[in-house]
């Protein structure tokens, strides 16, 4: 089955800095890739996801790029402000699966943004 | 709307008893999905659903059980509860299979 490794497990910035966190996954007919963040005591919320035809995608001062060959994704945030201190998910959609669904997570990264 | 709502909020349970974590959302989405998040871990899928009447296994379901039996609710049943199954629980749904997954606020379990 799909596996997903995501680093690092921590990251601490400069208010202002940019933030990378890099994911790497097993299963070459995935073809969704969304990014998730949780803040302390609450649920994980979509910031922003990629599907397999597109190598790059912007929301803002958020970017997810896509590289299928080498079966990994990145998540940048640029000008980080406090508010976005929180754990980050990377998650690749279970491919071969059907109509499903299924998201496998990587383990998360703890973005701190010091003001 | 309310979007994913879960009860209990908290709830702490003996070795052996048994208990249902409740999940409704009222999106009218079809694809139901309960995970499981430990310390410094990512989410882990229990069981999912594509629809009412139907469910099935994701990665960790071992000692878990589900019921869908309306488009609504996708109640969570541990029985015979364990230390193991201490863990903070997240229900979601998603209206597509490749669309955003709307997660609940969660329910912390204890099992002591």
């Known amino acids: 089955g799909e596996n997903v490794e995501q680093h690092p497990s921590t990251l601490s910035v400069q208010e202002g800095d940019s933030a990378v966190i890099k994911c790497t996954y097993s299963?070459?007919?995935?073809?969704?890739f969304p990014w998730y963040k949780q803040e302390l005591g609450k649920g994980p919320q979509l910031i922003i996801d990629i599907r397999s035809n597109v190598g790059e995608k912007k929301d803002q001062r958020i970017a997810v790029t896509l590289n299928k060959t080498a079966k990994h994704f990145s998540l940048h945030i640029t000008e980080t402000q406090p508010e976005d201190s929180a754990v980050y998910f990377c998650a690749a959609a279970e491919g071969g699966s059907g109509n499903t669904g299924k998201l496998i997570f990587g383990q998360g990264t703890t973005l701190q943004v010091k003001p | 709307n309310a979007g994913v709502t879960q009860t209990p909020k908290f709830r702490i349970l003996k070795i052996g008893q048994s208990m249902t974590l409740q999940c409704a959302q009222d999106?009218?989405?079809?694809?139901m999905y309960w995970y499981r998040q430990d310390p410094g871990m990512g989410l882990k899928l229990i069981y999912y659903?594509?629809?009412?009447?139907?469910?099935d296994k994701g990665e960790v379901p071992n000692g878990y059980n589900v019921s869908r039996s309306t488009t609504e609710d996708f109640p969570l049943r541990l029985e015979l509860a364990a230390p193991s199954q201490t863990s903070v629980y997240f229900c979601?749904?998603?209206?597509?299979?490749?669309?955003?997954?709307?997660f609940g606020p969660g329910t912390r379990l204890t099992v002591t």
């Open positions: 999106m009218n989405h079809n694809y």
């Open positions: 659903s594509v629809g009412a009447g139907i469910t």
């Open positions: 299963d070459s007919a995935s073809n969704y």
């Open positions: 979601a749904s998603s209206y597509s299979v490749r669309g955003e997954q709307y």
